[in-house]
T-cell receptor, first 115, second 116 residues
Framework: ETGVTQTPRHLVMGMTNKKSLKCEQH?????MYWYKQSAKKPLELMFV???????ENNSVPSRFSPECPNSSHLFLHLHTLQPEDSALYLC??????????????FGPGTRLTVL | AQTVTQSQPEMSVQEAETVTLSCTYD???????LFWYKQPPSRQMILVIR??????QNATENRFSVNFQKAAKSFSLKISDSQLGDTAMYFC?????????????FGKGTKLTVNP
C-alpha cells in the first residue's frame, strides 16, 4: 500500500485559502491521475498526465490547477474553493495512460473539507 | 454516454458464504477493460480483478470470480467463502481508450458487509 502516497491525508481550508495536495508514486509508472470521490456519487476523473503531459481535463473548474513536474510527482493546487468541493481526492498511477490495459494503483486519498 | 450501474447500494453476507455483486455498463465501444476495485474502510482502493472485453473466459482470482456477459453488458463479481476482511466498498469500472488517452468510468459502488 505504499506504492502511491498522498499528503496531507486530511485538510481543512477556508474558501479564500490556497493549498496544494501532493501525490508521489514509487512504482516507476508514467501516468498519473486525479480523482474526486464524493458521497453518493461515482468516482470522477479530473485530470490525466501521461509522461508529464496533461492528456485529460474532465471539465474541471479552474480553481483546481494540476501540476506534474515529473513522472513520479503530481500536485493539485487549490484556490478559492467552494464548500461543494469537499470530498476525498484520490491520486492514482499506471504504467501508461493509453491502451487501456494498465491497472491503476491508488493512493490513500486526501480528505478535503472546505468551510 | 458511457455509464456504469451498480444496482445494489448495500449488501451483507455471512462469513464463509458466497455473494454476488451486480454491475451493468453502457458503451458503444467494442474494445475495453472491466475492473472491480475494493475500498476497505479508511484504506486504499485496490484492484480485485480485471477482465478484457475481447476474452470470453471469465477472470478468476482466488475467491473472486466474474460473470462477464458481453452482449448483456453485465459484469458481476462473485466472492466465495466470504471473509471478514472482504468488508468494503466495491466499485465496478471500465476503461476506454480513445485517441491516445484513457478514461476510467466508475459505478457508485456497493457497500458489502461480511458478518461473523
Amino acid at each position: 500500500e505504499t506504492g502511491v502516497t498522498q499528503t496531507p491525508r486530511h485538510l481543512v481550508m477556508g474558501m479564500t485559502n490556497k493549498k496544494s495536495l501532493k501525490c508521489e508514486q514509487h512504482l516507476g509508472h508514467n501516468a498519473m491521475y486525479w480523482y474526486k470521490q464524493s458521497a453518493k456519487k461515482p468516482l470522477e476523473l479530473m485530470f490525466v498526465y501521461n509522461f508529464k503531459e496533461q492528456t485529460e481535463n474532465n471539465s474541471v473548474p479552474s480553481r483546481f490547477s494540476p501540476e506534474c513536474p515529473n513522472s513520479s510527482h503530481l500536485f493539485l493546487h487549490l484556490h478559492t474553493l467552494q464548500p461543494e468541493d469537499s470530498a476525498l481526492y484520490l491520486c492514482a498511477s499506471s504504467q501508461e495512460a493509453s491502451g487501456g490495459s494498465d491497472t491503476q494503483y491508488f493512493g490513500p486519498g486526501t480528505r478535503l473539507t472546505v468551510l | 454516454a458511457q455509464t456504469v450501474t451498480q444496482s445494489q447500494p448495500e449488501m451483507s453476507v455471512q462469513e464463509a458464504e458466497t455473494v454476488t455483486l451486480s454491475c451493468t455498463y453502457d458503451t458503444s465501444e467494442s474494445n475495453y477493460y472491466l475492473f472491480w476495485y475494493k475500498q476497505p474502510p479508511s484504506r486504499q482502493m485496490i484492484l480485485v480483478i480485471r477482465q478484457e472485453a475481447y476474452k470470453q473466459q471469465n477472470a478468476t482470482e482466488n475467491r473472486f470470480s466474474v460473470n462477464f456477459q458481453k452482449a448483456a453488458k453485465s459484469f458481476s463479481l462473485k466472492i466465495s467463502d466470504s471473509q471478514l476482511g472482504d468488508t468494503a466498498m466495491y466499485f465496478c469500472a471500465f476503461i476506454l481508450s480513445q485517441g491516445g488517452s484513457e478514461k476510467l468510468v466508475f459505478g457508485k459502488g456497493t457497500k458489502l458487509t461480511v458478518n461473523p
